[in-house]
């Protein structure tokens, strides 16, 4: 089994910063990609960063410039810096993983999210 935990969120106001984090654990032979998406209420869930496990990364429009991916690949690790928060990145972050359990198999997890709320 694997797990995927988020910690982080919180309520913020506007123009502050929050950190998230999300940890794999369980039987991982190697992690791929990992993203986080986020679910506003109404709204279909949406890419915000994605990070290789090379490092390489990209963003969806609506955050560049302020939010930052990284990984710690030694600690099955993935991070979101929150920068700069607006109230309309109000929203459940879901950290996602690509994972090889074994040399030939790669299956898609998720965490249960975490709640971040932006006030103005």
């Known amino acids: 089994q694997v797990q995927l935990v988020e910690s982080g969120g919180g309520l913020v106001q506007a123009g502050g910063s929050l950190r998230l984090s999300c940890t794999a654990s369980?039987?991982?032979?190697?992690?791929?990609?990992m993203d986080w998406y986020r679910q506003a209420p109404g709204k279909q869930r949406e890419l915000v960063a994605t990070?290789?496990?090379?490092?390489?990364?990209n963003y969806g429009d609506s955050v560049k410039g302020r939010f930052s991916i990284s990984r710690d690949n030694a600690k099955n690790t993935v991070y979101l810096q929150l920068n700069s928060l607006k109230p309309e990145d109000t929203a459940v972050y879901y950290c996602?993983?690509?994972?090889?359990?074994?040399?030939?198999?790669?299956?898609?997890?998720w965490g249960e999210g975490t709640q971040v709320t932006v006030s103005s």
């Open positions: 996602h993983a690509a994972i090889l359990r074994d040399e030939r198999h790669e299956y898609s997890y």
């Open positions: 369980g039987d991982i032979f190697k992690i791929n990609g």
């Open positions: 990070i290789a496990s090379s490092g390489s990364s």
